[in-house]
C-alpha cells in the first residue's frame, strides 16, 4: 500500500513539474494558494517523500515486490 502511494505521490509531482516545464504554470501553487502557503509546502514535501521512498523499487528483487491481485 505505502507503493502505491508513494507512486501517486511521484505521479502527481511529475505532472506538476511537467505543468511547470510546459506552460510556466505550478498547478500545486495555483491550487493551494501560492509556493509560500503551508498546504502547498505539506503537498511539496509529501511528494518529495514519496519520491524518495520510489528510489528503493530500484534495488529491490522481483521476489520481494508484493504481488497485486485484482
Known amino acids: 500500500m505505502l507503493d ?3 507512486l501517486l505521490l511521484t505521479i ?3 505532472l506538476n ?5 510546459l506552460f ?3 498547478m500545486v501553487a495555483f491550487l493551494f ?3 509560500d502557503a ?5 503537498v511539496y514535501s509529501l511528494v ?6 520510489c528510489i528503493s523499487l ?3 528483487s522481483r521476489e520481494e515486490m508484493p504481488k497485486i491481485e485484482s
Open 4 to 6: 502505491r502511494i508513494a
Open 12 to 14: 502527481i509531482g511529475a
Open 17 to 21: 513539474w511537467g505543468t511547470i516545464g
Open 24 to 26: 510556466q504554470f505550478d
Open 33 to 35: 494558494g501560492g509556493q
Open 38 to 42: 503551508l498546504i502547498s509546502r505539506i
Open 48 to 53: 518529495a517523500l514519496g519520491g524518495i521512498w
Open 58 to 60: 530500484l534495488f529491490r
